[in-house]
């Protein structure tokens, strides 16, 4: 009995928690189906009426540009993003993982040195390379950076998990005649999964939450992001219409959240280990 009562009270303390954690969330998604009167006239969580006008006139967005668009442009960014950070992080860890190679330690030691410089420093040098690119108004700066393991944080991360698998593995298939990049594709990405879905799942949440360079980058309103969108929607007139802002608020959250749930497992398990089970 006292045992019971003890895991009851440990479920409702959870439950409590995560009501708290939650609660802006849930806010948002009830309020969605308010009316702009509702949303700042009144305290209670729950509208007075479930209505889907707020997502049927959000969706159509600004002048003849819909919300379809800015979740067509923002795939058209994220995916090939998330896509060539994995491929690159992992082949350049695979390096320094795996390979001897003069002044190695000091690359590496430059490479982790970037984590520790902020963005905005490096955001005026950027800038003006990719507008001598001609690369300004289009998703270039984001995916061509990726190409070239831009990203020290996954780089990092893979190092240490390519640290953990045994290297009786590469030297079985060097028996076996196979290759570097052989060893490479067959036998350590299957096993890297999981960190190689975490090192996804950060970058596709980090690409489609990014604010500030799709501001500094993309100029043109057909070509902006949901991020973009969702601001330009509380400008585009004084009398913001907060309903359908917090409608297209719910769907662009959507997307992150349910690639998360779903991939939880690898997530989890990619952040936790170091190695492969047994």
């Known amino acids: 009995m006292k ?6 009270l440990y479920y409702i303390l959870l439950l409590w928690i995560l009501t708290i954690m939650c609660y802006p969330i849930i806010w948002l998604f009830f309020s969605s189906f308010k ?13 007075s009426s479930f209505s889907l006008r707020p997502y049927i006139e959000g ?3 600004v002048g003849n540009i819909s919300y379809g668009t800015f979740f067509k442009n923002t795939f058209l960014m994220v995916i090939p993003t ?6 690159s992080s992992s082949v350049v860890a695979y390096g320094f993982a795996r390979f001897r190679f003069p002044l190695k330690r000091v690359f590496f030691a430059l490479m982790l040195s970037t984590l520790m410089l902020p963005d905005t420093v490096i955001i005026i040098p950027k800038y003006m390379l990719f507008r001598d690119f001609k690369w300004l108004n289009t998703y270039l700066p984001f995916i061509v950076p990726t190409v070239f393991a831009a990203t020290p944080f996954f ?9 953990g698998l045994p290297r009786e593995l590469d030297e079985s298939a060097v028996i076996d005649g196979c290759g570097s990049l052989r060893i490479f594709f067959s036998i350590l990405m299957p096993l890297c999964k999981p960190a190689l879905i975490s090192a996804a799942i950060f970058q596709f949440i980090w690409t489609w939450n990014d604010f500030f360079s799709s501001l500094i980058y993309i100029t043109e309103v ?25 409608a297209m608020s719910v769907l662009t959250i959507i997307p992150p959240v349910m690639i998360f749930f779903f991939a939880q497992k690898y997530f989890v398990e990619g952040i936790s280990t170091t190695g492969i089970k047994g």
Do not use: C, H, Y
Request: no cysteine.
């Open 59 to 61: 969706w159509k967005g």
């Open 3 to 8: 045992k019971g009562v003890k895991k009851a």
């Open 82 to 87: 998330v896509f060539f950070t994995v491929l």
């Open 35 to 47: 009316t702009n009167t509702e949303i700042f006239g009144s305290n209670k969580l729950l509208p």
């Open 222 to 246: 057909r070509k902006f992001t949901l991020s973009l969108a969702l601001r330009m929607s509380s400008d585009v007139q004084s009398a913001t219409s907060w309903d359908k802002t917090l």
């Open 155 to 163: 780089i990092f991360m893979l190092v240490q998990f390519f640290r």
